[in-house]
């Protein structure tokens, strides 16, 4: 466990990891440790995969959903600008920002590097800074991904990577939290571990912690994975670079990595013109035994999270509607 997490920490550039047993975990777990709570809102963006909203809701808290960038596939910094500007205050007994609308406190912000592709997550934390509001990293896609060259999840407060079966680096299931702040790194690897206090035989626990950790085989398996992740990225890198040539020549738009990012191309995608055209894609190529998909239903659409506020989010509903993501695995 410990030589996994020293290997992540080292590869990633941050001081501290923290193994834990799924990404969602860990996003519960740093959502906590940046101190959200009942009864706040965490904002975060419409386009992503559920267990980014979920997180929030284990800590009774409700997302706030706000626009995405069309080429980055993340959140808008000019949108979030512009929610911030027009639609919260500043309380000035507390000094947190305040959702206008529904009157409760903003606690955190989750921007996620959609299929790995970085998010322009410099801007996004230099306006929450201004707000005052922390930043946690859903880089679960993006291990490998780089932006303005350093590795995602190293900008925010915390980071979050995932090792689910189906990410560029597996151990079966598993999750990790990425710090820079040490301190609060070890307080992570605390709480993961039941709040117990280290004792030669008694067992005493001082807060209500959480059974998140990775377990050892899960481990063993990510510090084998590693060892070949150059690998993985080379042949995710390939795999885009064809086709992106092969989709140069029609009418699709192959997405691409973003300026200033390398990105790990985690998920593949094109976009198609209409969503008519979408969906006769996706019907002809899983017709023919060709797994595509469309990109996930919007957050907001849901209905555990249709009360949620929601501010304008055009660009979102543009890629859900005309998004497909092809096939991607590492060949």
């Known amino acids: 466990m410990t030589e996994f997490e020293e290997q992540m920490a080292a590869y990633t550039g941050v001081k501290r990891a923290v193994a834990c047993v799924n990404g969602t975990n860990a996003i519960h777990l740093a959502l906590r440790l940046v101190g959200v709570e009942k009864g706040t809102e965490v904002i975060t963006q419409p386009l992503t995969f559920i267990a980014t909203a979920n997180a929030i809701a284990y800590c009774d808290a409700a997302p706030i959903f706000v626009d995405v960038d069309r080429d980055t596939l993340g959140l808008s910094p000019g949108a979030l600008l512009h929610f911030l500007e027009t639609t919260t205050y500043a309380d000035q007994s507390s000094g947190r920002t305040i959702n206008a609308v529904t009157g409760k406190p903003i606690s955190a912000c989750i921007p996620m590097h959609t299929f790995g592709h970085p998010g322009r997550i410099d801007e996004i934390i230099a306006i929450c800074d201004r707000y005052k509001i922390p930043v946690i990293e859903d880089a679960a896609e993006s291990l490998g991904s780089f932006y303005k060259g ?11 990577v995932s090792f689910n079966g189906n990410k560029i680096l597996t151990t079966g299931g598993g999750g990790m939290l990425l710090f820079m702040d040490e301190e609060l790194g070890r307080m992570a690897k605390h ?31 990510g510090v084998a994975q590693l060892e070949q992740l150059p690998k993985f990225l080379r042949s995710k890198r ?11 020549a029609t009418e699709y738009q192959f997405v691409d990595e973003p300026s200033g990012a390398v990105s790990n191309y985690w998920l593949n995608a094109i976009i198609c013109k209409t969503q008519n055209e979408r969906d006769a894609v996706l019907e002809y190529t899983n017709a023919n035994g060709i ?20 501010a304008d989010i055009p660009n979102a509903k543009w890629l859900e509607s005309r998004l497909i993501n092809i096939p991607s695995s590492v060949i």
């Open 150 to 160: 350093r590795h995602t999840g190293t900008y925010g407060k915390i980071g979050v």
């Open 238 to 248: 390939d795999l885009a670079a064809r086709y992106k040539e092969f989709f140069s």
């Open 291 to 310: 797994m595509t998909r469309p990109a996930w239903q919007l957050m907001n659409r849901l209905d555990m999270y249709a009360h949620c506020y929601c």
């Open 191 to 221: 709480l993961s571990t039941q709040a117990k206090i280290p004792h030669p035989w008694a067992f005493v626990h001082d807060e209500i912690g959480y059974n998140y950790r990775m377990p050892n085989l899960n481990a063993a398996l």
